[in-house]
C-alpha cells in the first residue's frame, strides 16, 4: 500500500487513481490515535454530492481497519484526489442514516456487499464532509 501511495501521490493520481474493476480511488490521510504519525492509505470512495464516501469494509475482516479507528479520534485531515488535496471532515454514518446510504453504496460497489455478508461486524461508512 506504501507504494500505491507514493505513485499515486508522485502522479497526481495518474498512477493508482483507478485500478481495473474498481471505482476512482482516493489517498486518505490519517493521523495515528496512539502514535499521533501521519499515515496515507488509498482506498475506494463514492462522490456523494459535493462529499466523498469510504467504507471501512478490510475484505470483511472481523476487525475495523486502523484507518478507522485512527478517524474516530481524529476525524479531520484531508484526501487527495488525482492532483487536489481537500479538507476534510469524517463523519461516521450509523443508525437510520446508514440504512439509507447502504443500499446506494452497494449498488455503487457491489464488492462491499460481498464484504459485509462475510462478516459479523457493521462495515463503518464515513462521509468525507468538505469543509468550507
Same mark, same amino acid.
Given at each position: !500500500?506504501?507504494?500505491?501511495?507514493?505513485?499515486? *501521490?508522485? &502522479? +497526481?493520481?495518474?498512477?493508482?487513481?483507478? @485500478?481495473?474493476?474498481? $471505482?476512482? !480511488?482516493?489517498?486518505?490521510?490519517?493521523?495515528? *490515535?496512539? &502514535? +499521533?504519525?501521519?499515515?496515507?492509505?488509498? @482506498?475506494?470512495?463514492? $462522490?456523494?454530492?459535493?462529499?466523498?464516501?469510504?467504507?471501512?469494509?478490510?475484505? +470483511?475482516?472481523?476487525?475495523?481497519?486502523?484507518?478507522?479507528?485512527?478517524?474516530?479520534?481524529?476525524?479531520?485531515?484531508?484526501?487527495?484526489?488525482?492532483?487536489?488535496?481537500?479538507?476534510?471532515?469524517?463523519?461516521?454514518?450509523?443508525?437510520?442514516?446508514?440504512?439509507?446510504?447502504?443500499?446506494?453504496?452497494?449498488?455503487?460497489?457491489?464488492?462491499?456487499?460481498?464484504?459485509?455478508?462475510?462478516?459479523?461486524?457493521?462495515?463503518?461508512?464515513?462521509?468525507?464532509?468538505?469543509?468550507?
Amino acid at each position: !500500500m506504501r507504494a500505491h501511495a507514493a505513485l499515486y *501521490r508522485a &502522479s +497526481g493520481g495518474r498512477i493508482g487513481g483507478r @485500478l481495473p474493476g474498481l $471505482p476512482p !480511488m482516493l489517498l486518505l490521510d490519517h493521523v495515528g *490515535r496512539k &502514535s +499521533g504519525k501521519k499515515r496515507t492509505v488509498p @482506498l475506494v470512495y463514492m $462522490p456523494h454530492g459535493d462529499d466523498f464516501v469510504i467504507v471501512a469494509a478490510k475484505g +470483511g475482516h472481523p476487525k475495523d481497519p486502523a484507518w478507522m479507528h485512527n478517524l474516530r479520534a481524529n476525524p479531520d485531515t484531508e484526501v487527495q484526489i488525482g492532483g487536489r488535496s481537500i479538507s476534510v471532515h469524517a463523519r461516521e454514518v450509523t443508525g437510520e442514516e446508514r440504512g439509507r446510504v447502504w443500499p446506494d453504496v452497494v449498488a455503487y460497489n457491489p464488492l462491499w456487499g460481498r464484504y459485509q455478508a462475510r462478516t459479523d461486524r457493521t462495515i463503518p461508512v464515513v462521509v468525507l464532509e468538505r469543509n468550507r
